[in-house]
Every structure is written in C-alpha cells, then in structure tokens.
C-alpha cells in the first residue's frame, strides 16, 4: 500500500490497537462495598487496588472501558507539566508545590513498580521531559522556573541546546521521568482486578446516584447498584453532588499525529512553554519507531474547524521532522481547574460517602494514578499525604475566584450567543461528510451529509445546561462550548457531564 502524507479519513488512537477483552452490560441490581463509575485510568487502577484489598468492587463505564481520555493520551509519565512550580509556589507555598511534584514522581514509581510486579510489557522507559522555548518572552520564565525547580530539589539542567533539531533559545530538562503504552499497562490491571472479584460491567451509563445511608447508583435502564462508597470517576463528573463542578473547570482539546519519518527520534519528550503548543515524544508502531506530535489545544467547541489543528500539526511535522507517512490521528480532551490542581477526594462536604477525581489538566497519567491511589487509600483507611492538597473542597481565594467568574462569564456568553445568532446556510449544498448549522421549524439545527448522502440532523441545545454545541469537523461531533460536552452527529452522548442525547429531527 502507497504511504500517505494525507492526514487519515478517520481519528482512531493507535493505543486501542491491542486486544482487550469485552465485559459485560450491567441486567440487574447488585450490592457492593464500592461503585467506581468509569473505565480509564482513574476508575481501572482503583478497581485494582481496591480489589486486592478484598473490597468488593462494581466498576461501570458507558461504553468501552479504556476508550475515553485514556485511550486517547500521548502517555508521558512526567511531573513536569508545564510551567507550574513556580507558579506553585507564589500561590501555595514551598510545602504543597513540593508535594505536588513529590506526588506525580510517586505516580510514575507506581507504574514502574506494578509493571515489574505483573510483568506487564507495556514499552515503559525512561526519558528526560524538556520545555523549550524560542521566545524571548518565556526565556526568562524558564530561568524562573529553573529556580523553583532548585527550590524544591527537582533534578533539572538549563540548557540551550536541545537533541532535537528545532530552534530554541532555552530549554529545562526535567530528568528521569517516563513514557509508555498505557493500555497494554490497563488492560492487565483490569484484568487482575477481576482476578480478584472486580466485577467490571461495559455499555451501562449511570445516570445518577440515591444519596442515603446506602446511596446507589442508578443505570439507564433503572438498575440500582447500591455502595458503601461511590467513586465518580467518569472524566466530567457524570454526578455533581452539590460540587458545582461546571462552574469550577473548563474543557480543551488536543490534537495528536503519529508520524514515520527518516530522521530517527532524538530521544526525550518534549514540549514548547510558548503556544500554540507543540509537544512530541517517540513511540513504537509495528516494531518501528515513530513521532508522536502533539499540540494545538484550544477550548472545546470554541475556534476555527477542528481539522484545522490537525493541519497545524501536519506543517510543523513537515518543517521540523520530514513527514514519510500520516499514521494515525487522535484527539483528546481534558478539564482544567479554578487553580491548575485536580480535585481529588470527597465530592462534596454534604456527600460524603461520595468521592470524585477529576481536572488533571492533560497530565492524567501521573494525576490518574495518584487520584486512585488517593481514593483507594482514603476507603481503606489508610493515610495518604496528599489528601489535602488536593481536596476538592479547599478554598483558594487567589486565582481561583478570578477565574471562576471568567469561566462563567465564558458560559454565559455562550449561551446566549448560540440563541441569538441566525444562521442560514443551506442544507442542499452541503458537501458529503460536511455540517452545518441552520434553522429548521424555527429552531437551531445542526445536519451533518455522511458520505452516503444521507441526512443526521440534531437540535443543537447541549442537554446539559443549554448551550448551543458547534460542529467539530476533525472528529465528526457535535461539541459543547460551555462544560465540553460531545455528541455523535447522531446525537449520542460521547463525553459528559450531558448524559441525554441531543434530540434528533427528522428532515422527512
Ligand atoms: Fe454544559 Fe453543554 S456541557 S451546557
């Protein structure tokens, strides 16, 4: 087969190109000391950890386990994310940016440890995690940020020259940190944790939970699983429990090429402290070394054509490293907090057999073990040092509250624009596998032509709260500026916190 320089049709994450066993769907209620609701690293590893401790387990996910966020990472095990530590530690002191970093190390000794214990192949090794920037502007930052590092003993070097061949001004290496294949790493603590009596339970979406002394999840189809203690780990919390976590997170997404070229990888993972921001790291497809380029983030549901950003990634590919062959393309999505830190524990202060583990700001390998570390420690009883520092209920008055009405003013914006705006493209000339928003009956539509020539038309209101959702043209989506909430172009819930899916019109 010709090698194809062109981006592929269709997105499709190289990750999920191994075997992994189907579970079954969820026919009835069942009782349980803990129902973990969602199937990616959060959910699978606590199940894990949990199971082993002789804790009965139910875990669910809506669809496949291991197909949302997860399987869609570039899997750097790092604690270098971004420029925080400084930031870190005007905001929170020495102590807690300390911890913040000593917990994402414990998070990758973790993997290292559990793959050598299972003896798990999971291509784990380790790299060196560098920031580079060819910006005068962030040259000084990194200084700054090389400081904090010395402040809190990270092993680090300021350099400036780089192995890979991309002009630079400065660079920080973070050193020994991680990257691996993390589905080959999942897929086996998923099936040890029903080695140990997990009962893990596919295509059962929970649509909310009874709170009282033994609260319950509730499924779709009106199942009960009643819990000790319930673990929302579904990414967007699919239960808010009075956490008012739409108001205290915003979505974004990220674009990912795996790409074979001539130049053989210089080794490290690395990532540009200026945006748009472009990340790479290697990877082994079919016994061959491949670039994993990353980047182009932006709001979901907000900006230009979302095949735009993949394009972006393609010339920069083309520029720096010599496009052979277009593999594979990806995208992924991720939550960001009031104050850049997850939150991690009890969902709120009036629910608390209820824990929740979400906002990991794209660095949810490291964040997604040490939240199930966190959970899985805090229902056995067990003392975790990071409990606090990432509580969902602490109060930061500095950024947090600025940003709490930015982000709500953005919603708000959102929803009224989407109302008012008129549109009136036509539908007749639609091109195949191309959308367009229009108004049909008075209300706002979105219809998508699939190359068959057929019609998927869908009332744009986000089922969530109301928002008016955009189309998404790299993925085929219907995507939700306000909380991130995606739908199939026929309307099916992809990602929450929507759990009902958008109404469909018929056309006819
Ligand atoms: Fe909240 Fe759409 S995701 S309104």
Redesign the pocket.
Known sequence: MAQSKELPQFPEPFWREIDIPNYPKLVEGMKVDVGIVGGGIVGITTAYLLAKQNVTVALLDAGRILNGTTGHTTAKITAQHGLIYDEFIQHFGEEKAKLYYEAQMEAKEFVEATAKELDINCDLEEQDAIIYTNSDDYVNQLETEKKAYDTLGIDSELTDSIPLKVQHKLALIMKNQAQFHPLKFLSVLAKEAVKHGAQIFENTTAVDVEYNKHPAIITREGHRVICGNIFVASHFPFYDGQGFY?ARMYAERAYVLAIKSKKNYPGGMYITAEEPTRSLRSITINGEEAWLVIGDNHKTGQGKSTIEHYKALQDFAEAHIGVEEILYRWSAQDLTTLDKLPYIGRISEEEDKIFVATGFRKWGMSNGILAAKIISDKILGHENPYTELFSPSRFQTDPSLRKFARINAD?AKH?IKGKLEFTDNSIKSLSKDDATVTRINGKRAGVYKDPEDKYHCVDTT??????E?EWNSGERTWD??????RFSYTGEVVE???KRPLERIDLE
Request: hydrophobic residues 25%; aromatic residues 0%; glycine residues 16%.
């Open positions: 739409p919603v929803l986000c089922t969530h709260m109301g928002c959702v939700c500026p306000c909380h991130g909430s929450g916190p929507a």
